[in-house]
């Protein structure tokens, strides 16, 4: 499948078939300098497979994680370009999941003005939800995502093949921006969570299935104006958690999801998260998880903007003061 998204700065293609890293070279223009950007988190075996098919390839590696997305790896890929002398001819090829695409891409939009930049994303959370929609970022001063810029990718490659390699609990933490997008807009796709058996047919639909909303969102709102934020759907809450938990990224926006959902869908969500392994409780200090939602870029002083689900496959945004939400931050934590 070939999907084709709009930008204002031009369109790019999303390619999804099995076994598409090894002709990576057929989508993608590697006939020239490039740097393969990826962490010791990824199966060496991927980012090697690119370069091979490169004219002339440098392979960086930085370790993997939430904490590396930070200026001194950002600065590590800048001063990787400069000694190897890239120029804006070059291009930068992230093989990765989420951090991998984030820091690849926001170093590729600044060095020079703008390098070619494409995406091979590697985890399920990565293909579902962040190699799509042109955002790139790094954290800053404990600000989640606070130093970045809109970049699209000249291309993004999708192969379900190499989730093979993943452990479950990684698949199952990439299925949580699935269910987002499914209850935001999809009954259909929700049904099929809901019902049918995890399988590597029915995963690479879901994949299919969860891009295409992402396309659909991104094209009508492409720089978060309006529209795009339903995006956000589960993630204030979600990133106050991941900041004072070792959870998983897609495991704190499961929990986030819950108290934003309707008290008719939250048993459906629940035993969804259930069959995909995804936790519906947490322990964990109130007042933490509090204290970090207020870096959140979406506070302000007094109110806080929310995505919710009154009805599967619909969304509304709320605006509520933050009193309000603090008081349902103790309520996910208890649930």
Known sequence: MTLKVKTS????????ERGLLQHAGEMINLERKVLVITDTGVPEEY????????????????EQGELSKNMDTYTGILQTLTENEFTRTDCVVAVGGGVVGDMAGFAAATYMRGLDFYNVPTTVLSQVDSSVGGKTAIDFMGYKNLVGAFYPPKAVLIDPEVLRTLPQRQVSNGLAEAIKMA??????????LENKDLDDTLLEEIICRAIQIKKQVVEADEYEAGQRKVLNF?????????????L?????????????????????????????????T?????????????????LSADTVTLVFV???????????PLQ????????????
């Open 9 to 16: 700065g031009g369109d790019y293609k999303i390619h999804i």
């Open 183 to 192: 209850l935001t807009h999809s009954s259909e796709l929700f049904e099929l």
């Open 47 to 62: 980012a090697m497979t690119v370069a091979s098919q490169c004219a002339e390839a440098v392979v960086f590696v930085f």
């Open 282 to 298: 947490v322990v964990c200090n109130a007042g933490a998880v509090t204290e970090a939602c207020h870096h959140d870029k979406k």
């Open 310 to 320: 009154p009805a599967i496959g619909e969304y509304e945004l709320k605006t509520i």
């Open 248 to 280: 998983y990224h897609g495991e704190c926006v499961a929990l986030g999801m819950l108290p934003m959902c309707s008290e008719a869908i939250r048993p459906r969500l629940i035993k969804v998260l259930e069959r995909l392994n995804l936790p519906t």
């Open 234 to 246: 589960g993630h204030t809450l979600g990133h106050g958690i991941e900041a004072v938990t070792n």
């Open 324 to 335: 309000e939400f603090e008081q349902t931050i103790q309520e996910v934590l208890e649930l």
